[in-house]
Nanobody
Framework: QVQLVESGGGLVQAGGSLRLSCAAS????????MGWYRQTPGKQRELVASITSGGSTDYADSVKGRFTASRDNAKNTGYLQMNSLKPEDTAVYYC???????????????WGQGTQVTVSS
C-alpha cells in the first residue's frame, strides 16, 4: 500500500511563500502523476496543480504564475512552491499520487492526510 505524507503547511501573511512536500512510501514501481488539491469548508475539493512523471505540469487559472509543482522521482516526493499567497488561497491542501505498485504492478491512487495553509491579510 502506498502512503503519502504531507508537510509544509502553516500560517503566512499575504504576499508570502510556503513550500508543501508530499513524500510517498511503500512499494512503488512508478508514480505517473502527482496532484495537489485544496478544499475549504462547504466547497468541493479542487485541483490546484499536477505534474506527470515526465515533468509536464498543469495549473488552475487561479494559481498560474504563483504556484510551481515539481517532483524528485528518485525520492518519490512532490513539491508545491506557493508564492505571492493570497487570503483566498487559505484551505486544506491535499496531495494525490497515481501510479503502479512494485511487485504486484497493480495501479494505486493514494491521498495524503492534508495540511492546513492559512494566509492572513
Amino acid at each position: 500500500q502506498v502512503q503519502l505524507v504531507e508537510s509544509g503547511g502553516g500560517l503566512v501573511q499575504a504576499g508570502g511563500s510556503l513550500r508543501l512536500s508530499c513524500a510517498a512510501s511503500g512499494s512503488i514501481f512508478r508514480i505517473n502523476r502527482m496532484g495537489w488539491y485544496r478544499q475549504t469548508p462547504g466547497k468541493q475539493r479542487e485541483l490546484v496543480a499536477s505534474i506527470t512523471s515526465g515533468g509536464s505540469t498543469d495549473y488552475a487559472d487561479s494559481v498560474k504564475g504563483r504556484f510551481t509543482a515539481s517532483r524528485d522521482n528518485a525520492k518519490n516526493t512532490g513539491y508545491l512552491q506557493m508564492n505571492s499567497l493570497k487570503p483566498e488561497d487559505t484551505a486544506v491542501y491535499y496531495c494525490n499520487a497515481a501510479g503502479v505498485e512494485g511487485g504486484t504492478f497493480n495501479q494505486f491512487d493514494s491521498w495524503g492526510q492534508g495540511t492546513q495553509v492559512t494566509v492572513s491579510s
